[in-house]
């Protein structure tokens, strides 16, 4: 803008024509209105700038003015056109002076430039009057006319220079640095295809030097009346490119409705632009009502970037400022148009051109972060390896300690397998005793039983024993029954005391034969008590051997874990079997308490027996003396009734002591049944020693298995390490 104003500071001296006066060229006429003595005076007046209707796009029609060079004007003038659609050909005073652009069928314009046409020397004279006439064309109904000037040299130069430049050469300049731009981002996109955003910059590049080459080429290439339509519609074309643009490279809206309806509404003003190529009026129409879709873009292209700065996004800044750029420069576009004049240049295309640098300098931006990211991540991965390197030296010392805990591993695993055999052949051996003492225990039993059988009897001869007595003792008063009852009384007892002498004869075996069962079942029991010590010994040394396991896991770290699970199993394992033998030691201890007792009670059975037996021995002597004495009874009734009372007396004491021997007897079948049910638990306990033993073997050989493995991974981790 400081270049703008210094230029517009030197634009020389300058002499307006006005009095224009127009009229359509009759079709097929010749050049007869060039004349300067030609009769204009029923032609229509204009006041320019203005606008006239000559009919059919490019219809050519003439305009006409005079204007007196005043004195002390500069020997060279100019004729000076100002930016315009209109071609025209010069003649001054009926002669041909020069042309801007050229006219149907060959036409062809430069819209934004301006034109400078040196009017003859015969005809700048001081004083002397000129007569301008202008053959033009345009190619629309209705043609904007500019102001048309005579200028000296420096406003000659100013025009060609300043104003040509700004409004011309400078977007050509625009549109070779948006071709780069474009090739620039096409292989960005050929390096990364993934990446979109390349893909709709490059796109918005390529029709952004489209419109640009329009509108600063000095001459056109294509010469085809479309491809000028085109490059009309390229500015709207090139704009909403800017939408799916921008939705990838910040992420937001990224939705397929947005970049089809983007699309979608390019193609449509383009197609509106090509059916409309013959017409410039109403491509200026459309070119119009095209700005609306673009500002649009440029409204979710700033929402975007809003937002994209919001986040803290670095990349939005640039984008934020080429709008508020484009804002500024917007608005000075919209003043002139809305008071009507023409500016010294318009300045849309330079805020286009803008907002194309500012996503090259985003672009720029994020190639920049991504290529500081990628340099710290291979600071980042050298760090890594380095830090890989030392871990794999630990790791290799890790394995070589990993090998030292498998082999101890295997060596400790066949240790406890032999032991958890040894355990199971202990345990079966247990088995088979528990088995023998129940036996024992069920013969013990059935001997108690028949006892018991005996001592019922007893007790039913003692009452009758006893009701004989006191029979005898109430008859003693009357010993007149004669001797021979009493001898046979005497007989009948003597062999009752004979037959008592054998019954407690036999309770005195039965009772023996019962202390050496209970003997053997206390022996049972010790053995049993040796066994269950062994067990107990081998649930501590299986115990300290998962202790060590789990401290050489721990040691190994990850690559122990499986050690460790291991470990805590067999620790549970060996609780399960302290825990089991703890019961059989209480159970053996029970049963050792019982069998003691059992011991006791049948002691003391032996020995009331034995008294039985002492006693029936001297019932027998006193029947024999009694007998010898049967003579003397009858003298000696009242020594007999004594004896009587004596001996009813003994038959109670022995039926007393029969009644405790009977409660004894009971007492050992409790024992013995308590016996049953001990070795009944034992022969249990034994069966879940045995099985869990097989458990543990399949456990240690699962142990065995894992420290196979262990000693391969170490071997796998060496050969890495040494690969």
Not at 349 to 368: C, D, E, T, V, Y
Not at 428 to 439: F, K, N, Y
Not at 445 to 473: K, P, Y
Request: net charge negative.
């Amino acid at each position: 803008m400081i270049l703008v104003a210094a230029a517009l500071s030197c634009q020389g001296q300058r002499l307006p024509v006005k009095d224009w006066k127009w009229k359509v060229a009759a079709e097929g006429g010749g050049l007869a209105e060039a004349a300067a003595d030609y009769d204009d005076s029923s032609w229509a007046p204009i006041a320019l700038p203005g606008g006239i209707r000559p009919g059919r796009p490019g219809a050519v029609f003439w305009l006409r003015s005079s204007v007196r060079i005043p004195a002390g004007s500069p020997a060279r003038l100019w004729f000076l056109t100002q930016k315009g659609g209109v071609a025209l050909e010069l003649y001054v005073n009926g002669q041909y002076a020069g042309s801007r652009g050229r006219l149907p069928p060959d036409f062809d314009l430069r819209a934004t430039h301006c034109a400078a046409i040196l009017l003859p020397d015969s005809a700048t004279a001081p004083g002397s009057t000129v007569v301008l006439a202008l053959r033009c064309a345009y190619r629309g109904s209705l043609a904007p006319l500019p102001v048309y000037e005579l200028g000296d040299e420096a406003a000659q130069a100013f025009e060609l220079g300043a104003v040509n430049f700004w409004n011309g050469s400078l977007y050509g300049i625009l549109s070779a640095l948006c071709l780069f731009l474009c090739l620039y981002a096409i292989a960005q996109f050929a390096f990364k295809p993934s990446d979109k955003a390349n893909l709709y910059y490059a796109a918005t590049l390529l029709f952004m030097a489209f419109y640009l080459m329009d509108l600063g080429a000095d001459t056109w290439i294509f010469k085809a009346v479309w491809c000028r339509a085109l490059a009309r519609a390229s500015l709207v074309i090139s704009m909403v490119f800017l939408v799916p643009f921008f939705t990838t490279f910040f992420g937001f809206l990224q939705k397929r409705a947005i970049s089809y309806a983007s699309v979608g509404v390019g193609a449509a003003f383009g197609i509106a632009f090509l059916a409309n190529s013959g017409d410039d009026s109403t491509l200026s129409l459309i070119f119009n009502l095209s700005l609306l879709p673009v500002m649009t873009a440029i409204v979710l292209c700033a929402y975007m970037a809003v937002r994209a700065a919001r986040a803290r996004n670095p990349e939005a800044w640039p984008v934020l400022a080429a709008v508020a750029v484009g804002l500024i420069l917007a608005g000075y576009d919209s003043y002139y148009t809305i008071v009507g004049a023409d500016p010294f240049a318009w300045l849309e295309g330079i805020a286009f051109f803008a907002l194309n640098i500012a996503i090259f300098i985003s672009l720029s931006m994020r190639q920049a972060r991504l290529k500081s990211d990628l340099e710290a991540y291979a600071h980042e991965v050298e760090a890594k390896e380095a830090e890989l390197a030392s871990s794999l030296g630990r790791l290799g010392e890790a394995g070589e300690a990993a090998a030292r805990l498998a082999l101890r591993l295997d060596e400790a695993a066949g240790n406890a397998a032999a032991s958890a055999e040894e355990a199971a052949r202990r345990s079966e051996r247990i088995g088979e005793d528990t088995e023998r003492q129940a036996e024992e225990a069920r013969a013990a039993d059935r001997l108690v039983a028949d006892f018991v059988v005996s001592i019922d009897r007893v007790n039913g001869s003692l009452a009758s024993q006893t009701e004989s007595v006191e029979r005898t003792a109430a008859a003693a008063t009357a010993l007149s029954a004669g001797a021979d009852s009493v001898a046979r009384s005497i007989g009948r007892t003597a062999e009752f005391t004979s037959r008592l002498a054998v019954l407690t004869s036999s309770g005195e075996k039965a009772a023996s034969a019962l202390a050496g069962t209970m003997e053997r079942v206390s022996s049972a029991s010790e053995g049993i008590g040796e066994v269950v010590a062994a067990v107990n010994e081998f649930a501590e040394r299986t115990n300290l051997l998962a202790m060590n396991a789990a401290i050489e896991a721990a040691h190994s770290g990850q690559a122990g874990r499986g050690f460790a699970i291991i470990a805590a199993e067999v620790k549970k394992l060996a609780q399960a079997q302290a825990e089991r033998a703890s019961r059989i030691k209480e159970i053996v201890g029970d049963i050792s308490s019982r069998v003691v007792e059992g011991a006791r009670d049948a002691e003391s059975v032996r020995k009331a027996l034995s008294d039985i037996s002492a006693g029936s021995s001297e019932t027998a002597e006193r029947l024999e003396e009694a007998r010898r004495a049967t003579d003397e009874q009858k003298r000696s009734s009242e020594g007999i009734s004594s004896s009587m009372v004596a001996l009813a007396a003994a038959g109670a004491s022995i039926r007393e002591e029969a009644r405790r021997q009977a409660e004894y007897s009971e007492k050992v079948r409790g024992s013995v049944a308590s016996i049953s049910e001990a070795a009944a638990e034992a022969r249990s306990s034994a069966r879940s020693i045995v099985e869990d033993g097989a458990g543990l073997v399949a456990a240690v050989g699962e142990l065995r298995d894992l420290a196979a493995k262990g000693s391969e991974l170490t071997a796998a981790l060496s050969s890495g390490r040494g690969g």
